[in-house]
T-cell receptor, first 118, second 116 residues
Framework: AQTVTQSQPEMSVQEAETVTLSCTYD???????LFWYKQPPSRQMILVIR??????QNATENRFSVNFQKAAKSFSLKISDSQLGDAAMYFC???????????????FGTGTRLQVTL | KAGVTQTPRYLIKTRGQQVTLSCSPI?????VSWYQQTPGQGLQFLFE???????NKGNFPGRFSGRQFSNSRSEMNVSTLELGDSALYLC???????????????FGPGTRLLVL
């Protein structure tokens, strides 16, 4: 079974600064997807960024980028130019690439609460 | 396109009762997955439906069940509610190409269930 670990329960960053959230995972599969989701106080789960394991290039979405290290099974999220609206719970998630019953399941980490200060 | 919608948004029930939650996926999405989020257990997968069939099920007791209708709307039911069932229930939908899931699940706002 796959597991996802987020070792930072809380992080804090000043507005306009850069912060990196860590995520490691364990899997025996070679092909899979990794995601970062953001959950603000409204509790709506919002997709931030996704990475396909077979792509070596790190994904980027505006101020959000990832550092994907497949061999190390590491998938960190970098938020540049942090804004007050970035304050939220951030979840790292894993999904199998296979078209099997298990492919529909997202396995989540425990989350990192990000505070953004002035 | 409208996003994933869930009703009701909030619900209060007492132990022993049953509850039904509803989820309408993004138009055109045929796969619907359900998750339970609690402070103690985090986010856990309940089940996934595609084309009115349950394709995948998480490790939850039989009191948790679901179904999907021909228009892809899904319901989940929890019978004989327990205090520990208090949680945020999230529904997510995915597009498919044939039966193959596309990679991203899009979430609804959730239903907050409180069991007293």
């Amino acid at each position: 079974a796959q597991t996802v670990t987020q070792s930072q329960p809380e992080m804090s960053v000043q507005e306009a600064e850069t912060v990196t959230l860590s995520c490691t995972y364990d899997t025996s599969e070679s092909d899979y997807y990794l995601f970062w989701y953001k959950q603000p106080p409204s509790r709506q789960m919002i997709l931030v960024i996704r990475q396909e394991a077979y792509k070596q290039q790190n994904a980027t979405e505006n101020r959000f980028s990832v550092n994907f290290q497949k061999a190390a099974k590491s998938f960190s999220l970098k938020i540049s130019d942090s804004q007050l609206g970035d304050a939220a719970m951030y979840f790292c998630a894993y999904r199998s690439h296979q078209n099997t019953g298990t492919a529909s399941k997202l396995t989540f980490g425990t989350g990192t609460r990000l505070q953004v200060t002035l | 396109k409208a996003g994933v919608t869930q009703t009701p948004r909030y619900l209060i029930k007492t132990r022993g009762q049953q509850v039904t939650l509803s989820c309408s996926p993004i138009s055109g999405h045929r796969s619907v997955s359900w998750y339970q989020q609690t402070p103690g257990q985090g986010l856990q997968f309940l089940f996934e439906y595609f084309s009115e069939t349950q394709r995948n099920k998480g490790n939850f007791p039989g009191r948790f069940s679901g179904r999907q209708f021909s228009n892809s709307r899904s319901e989940m039911n929890v019978s004989t509610l327990e205090l520990g069932d208090s949680a945020l229930y999230l529904c997510a939908s995915s597009a498919t190409t044939g039966t193959v899931l596309e990679e991203t699940q899009y979430f609804g706002p959730g239903t907050r269930l409180l069991v007293l």
